[in-house]
């Protein structure tokens, strides 16, 4: 899978089978950001999972 997926807020996520690739265009250029598959990809998902959820920042 190497089709972009649009995430919102001007971010588009894709995979290429070894990394995932978050860009963001601008006008000088694009901001890109490659995490490799394993330890990078694996310390980001538990970043993400340590975050509060949108029930609880709602106050639900």
Same mark, same amino acid.
């Given at each position: 899978?190497?089709? %972009?997926?649009?995430?919102?807020? *001007?971010?588009?996520?894709? &995979?290429? *089978? &070894?990394? =995932?690739?978050?860009?963001? @265009?601008? %006008?000088?250029?694009?901001? =890109? =950001?490659?995490? %490799?598959? *394993?330890?990078?990809?694996?310390?980001?998902?538990?970043?993400?999972?340590?975050? @509060?959820?949108?029930?609880?920042?709602?106050?639900?």
């Amino acid at each position: 899978m190497n089709r %972009e997926t649009y995430l919102g807020d *001007g971010l588009y996520a894709s &995979w290429d *089978g &070894w990394q =995932v690739k978050l860009r963001a @265009p601008r %006008e000088n250029g694009d901001h =890109v =950001v490659f995490l %490799e598959d *394993g330890l990078t990809l694996q310390a980001f998902m538990e970043f993400l999972d340590q975050l @509060p959820k949108a029930d609880q920042l709602a106050g639900g």
